[in-house]
């Protein structure tokens, strides 16, 4: 069964793990926007349908946290994987079942888990 495209919106500051990450969705399937930071991705957001955000938790300037915050704001339904290599607190990323933490460094596999999911 294949599995159904979805609108995925990958916010990350360090431009070879947002490219590397980027690539990793489109193999499977996903339509991708890119973002550096924050605010390019409120921008997209506003721009069109998104399904998922993905976004690095340590963002320079407004956190990938507070980014959510904002993004949920706009978009209540969209669901949002947090992406690090650091260990956050759980008050840092919620712990409802739209939300998922993502480890770095991460493969395929962890990534299609973690889509599964949040949706």
Same mark, same amino acid.
């Given at each position: 069964?294949?599995?159904?495209?979805?609108?995925?919106?990958?916010?990350?500051?360090?431009?070879?793990?947002?490219?590397?990450?980027?690539?990793?969705?489109?193999?499977?399937?996903?339509?991708?926007?890119?973002?550096?930071?924050?605010?390019?991705?409120?921008?997209?957001?506003?721009?069109?349908?998104?399904?998922?955000?993905?976004?690095?938790?340590?963002?320079?300037?407004?956190?990938?946290?507070?980014?959510?915050?904002?993004?949920?704001?706009?978009?209540?339904?969209?669901?949002?994987?947090?992406?690090?290599?650091?260990?956050?607190?759980? !008050?840092?990323?919620?712990?409802?079942?739209?939300?998922?933490?993502?480890?770095?460094?991460?493969?395929?596999? !962890?990534?299609?888990?973690?889509?599964?999911?949040?949706?």
């Amino acid at each position: 069964m294949q599995a159904v495209a979805l609108a995925i919106l990958l916010v990350e500051d360090d431009p070879l793990i947002r490219l590397n990450t980027a690539e990793l969705l489109q193999d499977l399937g996903h339509i991708v926007v890119e973002a550096g930071n924050a605010e390019d991705a409120m921008e997209a957001l506003d721009a069109g349908p998104v399904d998922v955000i993905i976004t690095d938790l340590g963002l320079p300037g407004v956190s990938g946290a507070d980014f959510a915050s904002m993004a949920r704001k706009a978009k209540p339904d969209v669901a949002i994987v947090f992406a690090t290599g650091a260990e956050p607190g759980p !008050d840092l990323i919620g712990n409802d079942a739209a939300s998922y933490l993502l480890r770095k460094p991460f493969g395929a596999a !962890d990534v299609a888990a973690a889509l599964q999911a949040v949706r």
